[in-house]
């Protein structure tokens, strides 16, 4: 049987609080005790951080290219968004969100599913949102939060950048009201409620409130909503047609303090790739979306996370807000691996069972 040493690396494993240059071996796809067997193949990891494979909280699969994407970002498990379609999982474990509602009901809640979603829209009402909360069965409700009277029409935040272009801008508070109300309904009804890709300085101080009151809620944060703001979409740049929107420097910086901090318990990459056809429109009628599996972890060390942090956001988190048992680097796990070259600021290697891709 093979065994792979992978010798020199900065290993990180969030869910032991290891953080320190060691040796790993990996024998029939697993990881082994040292000096458990005799090395066949060795690979020098010096400058690299090692850590466990990273997971995604939420992303939009259409194909095989997000596969590849998502390999060579270091994901290897991923929950597809409800839009998604099926792809060939390649090695990855991927998972969908059960549709937390369709149109005015319940949507369907089949038993494999990791949790319940809204998508990238809001729930239609709030006597909506409390019906769904009661009949959770014990998976979170992943939530849009988006008060749509305040934001219909838009397609970029608000700001100087939207009134410069003639664009209509969808105000924070359309956020910020949306989570207020949700945490309401939550303190009322019960259940596990996680908040999507967060954008606003309001909306993580409505957070961090529901925290420290024992609320049972979680948050994440989308990656480019750590470094870019609405000025993004100056000269009409289709870089800044994502949704939820830009907003302004000061929420970019209160939403990476919240990360930081753990205000933000996870990082998802709303990777969403709009097909080309769809981007042949004017900025206001073209469709939204990033492709970012690929960078998302850069994107995050980028931003000035921690390593450690930035590996956590990717899999303790997401495993956190799941319910479900961390990654982690112990003997006997799954060498799901991901070597990332902070030099350069970019994913080198992803090992599946042991097989580098």
Known sequence: MSALLLQNARVLDPATGDDGQRDLLIVGGRIAEPHSAKVTETRDLEGLWLFPSLTDLRCVLRGADDVADAIAGGFTRLVADPSSVPVKADGLSISTAAELTRGSELGERPVSAPCLSSGFAPVATLGLLRRALQHAERKVVMLHAEDLTLSSGAVIGEGSTALRLGLAGAPAEAEVAAVAAALAVLEGT???????????????????????????????????????DESKAAGYSLEARVWPPLRSRADVEAVK?????????????????????????????????????????????????????????????????????????????????????????????????????
């Open 190 to 228: 019960g259940g596990r409620l996680h908040f999507a890709h967060l954008t606003c300085k309001g909306s993580v101080e409505r957070v961090a409130w529901a925290r420290r009151a024992g609320l049972p809620v979680t948050a994440d944060a989308a990656p480019h909503h750590l470094r870019d």
């Open 257 to 357: 303090r919240a990360v930081i901090d753990g205000t933000l318990d996870a990082v998802a990459t709303d990777h969403r790739r709009p097909g080309i056809l769809e981007r042949e429109h004017p900025f206001e009628m073209a469709a939204w979306g990033r492709c970012a599996l690929r960078t998302a972890f850069a994107e995050v060390v980028a931003a000035g996370v921690s390593a450690s942090r930035a590996v956590a956001l990717f899999t303790t988190g997401p495993a956190e807000v799941l319910g479900q048992a961390a990654p982690s680097l112990q003997v006997g796990a799954a060498a799901d691996l991901a070597v990332f070259d902070p030099q350069a600021n970019r994913m080198r290697y992803t090992f599946v069972q042991g097989a580098a891709r």
